[in-house]
């Protein structure tokens, strides 16, 4: 049975195997997408376990070992607007632990730096860059080390007691291999893109599977009425519904498996591609790219497997009744319940609002089922607002096209939806999407401070104990070469406070001010003024460590002498320039190298990794709408032809009984357009009701108003779906000639 199935399936000319090739086009799109998904999920955890070691340090992130302690001091660095992770080393003996990534420990005065970075330092001018880097690079640290071919790191190796005098510097006798249980400061490896980026592409994989496999239903259904009539005649002849559903599952099964094999030629084709799309600001390295067996095995067998359920769904009425099939007897109209896998999606997404689960799994697992549930519903309750709007439509025309039209859509509004499904979808997607960018970009976009602040830079600890790491002085020489750098501007130095001088008047009680001189607050405008008369100000450090623009903030005078301050130690160094890099970059090495246990920071540092994240967000809202909508097109083409097809013979009849051709085109398009129109109406609400319950539930933020971009987006997707029914109408002239209406 199977073997005569297999040779009818492509006994039919041109027409079945162009149909077979179309269903497996579309299997092989859907697998190469999904498989594509499973492993950057994959490289998404491989990626995160490569950067454990960099949280060794941490409490309770190594465990004790029998072996020469090593002294760790780790600290985030920043180079035109990219992280650069550097740890600082001192073994104390040959049995020191050994990072990843390193064949040995570099000695003091020698630095291994990643390839990325080693390309960078190559590149960058040694005042900008490569002098925070005591010593000579002697070597490259290996993949093993690094989570990304693009992630920045530097070993350096140093006297012990050079690293002790570091912030956050301690003894440890192992790396790090497992991710601690408090990550809320120290954590440089924390995989903090790993978590919302599991959620994200989670999300994300349900919006571009299921219009794929609306795209593969629809390609299933290709010539579905001449199907189910050769099989109605088979049951005439004697055929049992059990060799009736043998054939057409086997029928669908090679087209399936054929596309699944064509699929997973496509993942391989898609590896390099996917991995250099920076979804977590980074790329992948191809290598991790990779899929577990399960994942193999579930794609290989799922399917196929469900190629075949769904060809025994659509050709059930041939399996009952062959004469179901030969009198086209109308389906019983979609019921209103249609609708409740919308209504509960949007309910679940709603009810998380205040109540967001604690773990990622129980988060993605939240977001998924409440996504999916409202795309399931968007395509189970359209037939239902297909059918309800072409009644209402009917009692208001009285055109003969508009009346057939919608006739036919009340009749099966099942099949009229089927062609705008994907569309549909791709609207629902191209909406959520962009609204959460929208508000996402809204709140995230503009992190980098105002623009005055984005010239400063200013160095100071930010570590754990901010104020017991403070200068005795600075040198003379160090601010001469600070102002010798081209674009500088200004300098402040802003005194420790032992004596709490000042505190009355700063009026923040428990807050310390600290002290600065008028004269240089003069130079450095951008974080206040004195108080006409005053000598020294009582400052906010923490509008200053903060870079907030205070160009306005009179600060109270302080009741100390400038000579007096002079001579008391500085808690923080904060410098302006013109706002060009170079001038930026240039004063943090120069602080980097000359106060190695402060830190230089510029306004864009405190949002570099929210602004990789966004970065990387936006890349997959590309990646999902420039997917969605030309397999949305496709959908859409392919289903219009196919109903085309399928009543090549009644539009024929209507010719011959003098209908004009130009009505016929008229009813086609009616039939496509308004169920396009309608319920993408409700797709584009849901869209942005989604959007919204999701970004507050997650993240807390309110719905912003979308750009042109979304607009632009939307009315092309709606102007290129009528021009694509418009394009399959010509069809009609061949499809219904004399020959069509033949009974046979």
Not at 214 to 221: D, E, L, P, S, Y
Not at 402 to 417: E, H, N, T, V, Y
Not at 580 to 609: I, M, V
Not at 680 to 687: C, H, R
């Given at each position: 049975m199977i073997s005569f199935s297999l040779r009818l399936a492509v006994s039919g000319g041109r027409e079945a195997v162009a149909r077979l090739l179309m269903i497996a086009a579309a299997v092989a799109v859907g697998v190469g997408l999904l498989l594509s998904t499973f492993a950057t999920l994959n490289a998404l955890d491989r990626s995160n376990g490569r950067q454990l070691w960099m949280n060794t340090g941490v409490r309770d992130a190594t465990a004790t070992a029998p072996v020469d302690p090593l002294w760790w001091g780790a600290r985030m660095d920043y180079y035109r607007g990219k992280t650069v992770f550097r740890a600082d080393l001192a073994p104390t003996g040959p049995t020191s632990p050994l990072p990843p990534g390193l064949s040995q420990l570099p000695a003091p005065g020698e630095y291994y730096a990643s390839p990325a970075l080693a390309k960078l330092l190559g590149e960058a001018p040694a005042a900008e860059l490569g002098d925070r880097f005591p010593g000579r690079y002697v070597g490259t640290l290996a993949d093993a080390g690094l989570p990304s071919p693009d992630t920045l790191a530097v070993v350096v190796g140093r006297t012990t007691d050079e690293v002790r005098a570091l912030p956050r510097a301690v003894a440890v006798t192992s790396v790090a291999t497992a991710l601690p249980a408090d990550c809320a400061y120290d954590c440089y490896g924390a995989g903090v893109h790993g978590?919302?980026?599991?959620?994200?592409?989670?999300?994300?994989?349900?919006?571009?599977?299921?219009?794929?496999?609306?795209?593969?239903?629809?390609?299933?259904?290709?010539?579905?009425?001449?199907?189910?009539?050769?099989?109605?005649?088979?049951?005439?002849?004697?055929?049992?519904?059990?060799?009736?559903?043998?054939?057409?599952?086997?029928?669908?099964?090679?087209?399936?498996?054929?596309?699944?094999?064509?699929?997973?030629?496509?993942?391989?084709?898609?590896?390099?591609?996917?991995?250099?799309?920076?979804?977590?600001?980074?790329?992948?390295?191809?290598?991790?790219?990779?899929?577990?067996?399960?994942?193999?095995?579930?794609?290989?067998?799922?399917?196929?497997?469900?190629?075949?359920?769904?060809?025994?769904?659509?050709?059930?009425?041939?399996?009952?009744s062959p004469l179901g099939v030969a009198r086209r007897v109308t389906p019983k109209p979609p019921s209103a319940w249609r609708l409740a896998p919308l209504v509960a999606g949007l309910a679940e997404l709603g009810y998380v609002i205040g109540r967001r689960p604690g773990s990622v799994d129980a988060q993605a697992l939240v977001y998924l089922t409440g996504f999916v549930l409202v795309?399931?519903?968007?395509?189970?309750?359209?037939?239902?607002?297909?059918?309800?709007?072409?009644?209402?439509?009917?009692?208001?025309?009285?055109?003969?096209?508009?009346?057939?039209?919608?006739?036919?859509?009340?009749?099966?509004?099942?099949?009229?939806?089927?062609?705008?499904?994907?569309?549909?979808?791709?609207?629902?997607?191209?909406?959520?999407?962009?609204?959460?960018?929208?508000?996402?970009?809204?709140?995230?976009g503009m992190l980098n401070g105002a623009p005055e602040v984005r010239k400063a830079v200013v160095d100071t600890s930010f570590g754990n104990r901010p104020h017991e790491e403070v200068l005795p002085s600075v040198p003379d020489g160090v601010l001469a070469r600070a102002r010798a750098v081209p674009g500088f501007r200004g300098i402040s130095l802003v005194r420790d406070n032992p004596a709490r001088i000042g505190m009355a008047e700063l009026g923040k009680p428990g807050l310390v001010p600290g002290l600065v001189t008028c004269a240089e607050l003069a130079e450095t405008p951008v974080i206040g003024h004195c108080a006409p008369g005053a000598e020294v100000a009582a400052v906010d450090p923490i509008n200053l460590v903060s870079l907030v623009d205070a160009s306005d903030q009179e600060w109270p005078?302080?009741?100390?002498?400038?000579?007096?301050?002079?001579?008391?130690?500085?808690?923080?160094?904060?410098?302006?320039?013109?706002?060009?890099?170079?001038?930026?970059?240039?004063?943090?090495?120069?602080?980097?190298?000359?106060?190695?246990?402060?830190?230089?920071?510029?306004?864009?540092?405190?949002?570099?990794?929210?602004?990789?994240?966004?970065?990387?967000?936006?890349?997959l809202a590309d990646i999902v709408l420039l997917t969605t909508l030309p397999i949305a097109g496709c959908s859409l083409a392919v289903s219009v032809v196919a109903g085309l097809s399928d009543r090549?013979?009644?539009?024929?009849?209507?010719?011959?009984?003098?209908?004009?051709?130009?009505?016929?085109?008229?009813?086609?398009?009616?039939?496509?357009?308004?169920?396009?129109?309608?319920?993408?109406?409700?797709?584009?609400?849901?869209?942005?009701?989604?959007?919204?319950?999701?970004?507050?539930?997650?993240?807390g933020y309110d719905l912003a108003s979308p750009d042109l971009t979304y607009y632009g987006l939307v009315g092309f997707g709606l102007a290129a779906s009528l021009g694509i029914i418009a394009s399959t109408l010509p069809l009609l002239r061949r499809i219904t000639g004399p020959e069509a209406a033949r009974n046979g």
């Open positions: 978590d919302r980026m599991v959620l994200v592409l989670t999300v994300v994989a349900a919006a571009l599977i299921f219009p794929v496999l609306v795209f593969i239903g629809t390609a299933t259904r290709l010539s579905a009425a001449t199907r189910e009539q050769r099989y109605a005649a088979m049951r005439l002849v004697g055929a049992t519904p059990g060799q009736v559903s043998v054939i057409s599952a086997v029928e669908s099964t090679l087209a399936a498996a054929v596309g699944t094999a064509v699929g997973f030629g496509l993942y391989v084709a898609l590896k390099p591609v996917v991995a250099d799309v920076p979804f977590t600001g980074d790329r992948f390295f191809a290598a991790d790219l990779g899929l577990h067996l399960p994942q193999v095995a579930g794609v290989v067998l799922g399917v196929p497997v469900a190629a075949a359920l769904a060809a025994r769904f659509a050709l059930r009425r041939v399996t009952v795309m399931l519903g968007l395509v189970v309750g359209g037939p239902w607002l297909t059918m309800a709007s072409a009644r209402a439509v009917a009692r208001r025309t009285s055109r003969p096209a508009s009346l057939i039209a919608m006739r036919r859509l009340a009749d099966d509004p099942r099949a009229g939806f089927r062609s705008v499904a994907g569309l549909v979808l791709a609207l629902f997607v191209t909406t959520g999407t962009l609204a959460i960018m929208g508000a996402i970009n809204e709140n995230r005078a302080a009741p100390v002498s400038a000579a007096e301050v002079a001579g008391l130690p500085v808690r923080m160094v904060y410098a302006t320039t013109d706002g060009a890099t170079t001038a930026k970059e240039q004063l943090r090495t120069l602080f980097t190298k000359e106060f190695p246990h402060y830190e230089a920071r510029l306004a864009e540092d405190w949002s570099s990794a929210a602004q990789k994240k966004l970065q990387g967000w936006r890349q090549r013979r009644p539009f024929a009849m209507l010719r011959l009984t003098g209908a004009p051709l130009r009505l016929l085109q008229w009813v086609v398009g009616l039939e496509s357009a308004l169920p396009l129109l309608v319920v993408s109406a409700l797709a584009i609400g849901t869209g942005f009701a989604a959007a919204a319950m999701f970004l507050k539930a997650q993240l």
